[in-house]
């Protein structure tokens, strides 16, 4: 994702401007996060009978997400990002590493970025052409990369799993954050979520739309993507 300048907040919009950097195309599969719990001996999420493969990985809380960046950056001899100390999580913004998407990075991709064509929707302003939401999913999450992709080539940024992102939920911090790369507040007691979901009406499925969880939390709206 080429770096650029936006317009981010709800109440106060300022401009927030970011670095490079990667993002999946989609949310983490259960293919791919089953090959880390069999990998490290881990039991594996549910799939609540609706099939795994190329669904997006459910029930998995935040401290999940961030232990499988962590094994996906050892994996390919990379950096690893995050350190995890009775659940105090740090991270290494240096590392070149596999991680969560900050709250800033993850709005910036699905609104298109540089190449931002102003939807409501990570994609379209035809929320039938990008998400699975309570609509159309009949009530289950489905397999990742059939609606249109945003115009980054991004899928499922809207509907599907509501994504942990890296930052923690402050409504006054995210009208008012630093105008460079922002990470978010120091401390909090909640984490962000983006995106909506399956079993989400369309207006948590807006681009700018927010959510948030406390991190333990694991159910079957929930999922994530890395960056």
């Known amino acids: 994702v080429k770096g650029g300048t936006f317009e981010m907040g709800t109440k106060t919009k300022h401009p927030v401007t970011l670095n490079d950097f990667f993002m999946a195309k989609h949310p983490l599969t259960f293919a791919e996060y089953d090959a880390f719990c069999e990998a490290t001996g881990r039991e594996l999420p549910s799939d609540i009978g609706w099939g795994r493969g190329k669904r997006p990985v459910i029930k998995v809380n935040w401290f999940d997400a961030v232990e499988y960046c962590n094994w996906r950056s050892e994996l390919e001899k990379l950096k690893r990002v995050y350190t995890l100390n009775n659940k105090v999580a740090t991270a290494d913004w240096n590392a070149n590493g596999y991680r969560l998407p900050t709250e ?44 249109k992709a945003n115009e980054l080539g991004l899928y499922d940024l809207s509907g599907n799993v509501w994504e942990w992102c890296w930052d923690w939920y402050d409504e006054k911090y995210y009208n008012n954050s630093p105008t460079e790369n922002p990470h978010g507040p120091a401390n909090g007691d909640r984490r962000v979520l983006r995106g909506g979901s399956r079993g989400d009406n369309r207006g948590f499925c807006r681009a700018s739309g927010r959510y948030w969880s406390d991190p333990d939390r694991r159910n079957d709206y929930l999922g994530f993507r890395v960056a």
Do not use: L, R
């Open 104 to 147: 800033a990075e993850w709005e910036y991709a699905a609104k298109g970025g540089v190449h931002s064509q102003g939807f409501i929707y990570a994609g379209s302003n035809y929320i039938e052409e990008v998400a699975w939401y309570k609509a159309n999913s009949d009530g289950k999450t489905q397999p990742v990369g059939q609606k």
